[in-house]
């Protein structure tokens, strides 16, 4: 059977990355399309009538929805090579449950970061800085949260590294001084070529949310 693989994605979207990674780490060549999120395609429509959201991963003509979702999909059709998701289901329960935690608090608390003043950015920054200091606490002494390899929770959680310049910029934080296990986690990821080549320019992106600020009346 063909594999006909495209990615409908927007390229600042850390869960698009996600996908990229995913394909990278298993040496998929796909076709690569950027949506405009203000004029979405017809394409994107037809592909995900429910959320109308990217990424979605088209596999002979299939969508697959929802970042995590899709990651896991490229893991058990592609599962001849590395594996991202242990074998073990108890390990397996323990980085989906990681990978949610990275879903429901690092966008969420990041966001704020950027998005808001005062009180609020407070919040959101000790809500941040807290989520990364316990996912340090996960990773351990290991140098990656998937063991030896790079695994589901790393593909998960380090396209917001991406991010990380505007966190720092509008939160007035210094993530490496807070968090310098995370930050040596985040370089050692980028060390491989399906990360480096899967993420955009820090400087890049903080351009973008700029941008986002002003539309939103933060600048």
Not at 93 to 103: G, T
Not at 194 to 209: A, E, H, N, R
């Amino acid at each position: 059977m063909a594999n006909e693989v495209t990615l409908l994605d927007f390229w600042p979207s850390p869960f698009g990355m996600r996908v990229r990674i995913a394909l990278a780490e298993k040496g998929i060549k796909y076709e690569y399309k950027d949506e405009d999120l203000r004029n979405k395609s017809p394409l994107l429509l037809k592909m995900n009538p429910v959320h109308k959201k990217i990424p979605v991963l088209i596999h002979n003509g299939k969508p697959i929805c929802e970042s995590l979702i899709a990651v896991q999909y490229i893991d058990e059709v592609w599962s001849d090579r590395s594996p991202l998701l242990p074998s073990d289901p108890y390990q397996r329960s323990q980085a989906r449950f990681w990978a949610d935690f990275v879903d429901k608090k690092i966008y969420d608390a990041g966001r704020k970061v950027w998005t808001t003043k005062g009180e609020e950015q407070e919040a959101g920054k000790k809500e941040f800085l807290d989520a990364l200091k316990l996912l340090e606490e996960q990773l351990g002494d290991k140098p990656y949260f998937g063991g030896d390899n790079i695994g589901y929770v790393d593909v998960s959680l380090v396209p917001f590294y991406s991010w990380f310049k505007a966190y720092e910029t509008f939160g007035n934080i210094n993530i490496e001084k807070e968090c310098p296990k995370f930050i040596a986690w985040a370089k050692r990821c980028l060390q491989k070529e399906s990360v480096s080549k899967s993420l955009p320019d820090q400087d890049k992106v903080y351009g973008f949310i700029v941008e986002m600020r002003k539309k939103i009346g933060l600048e």
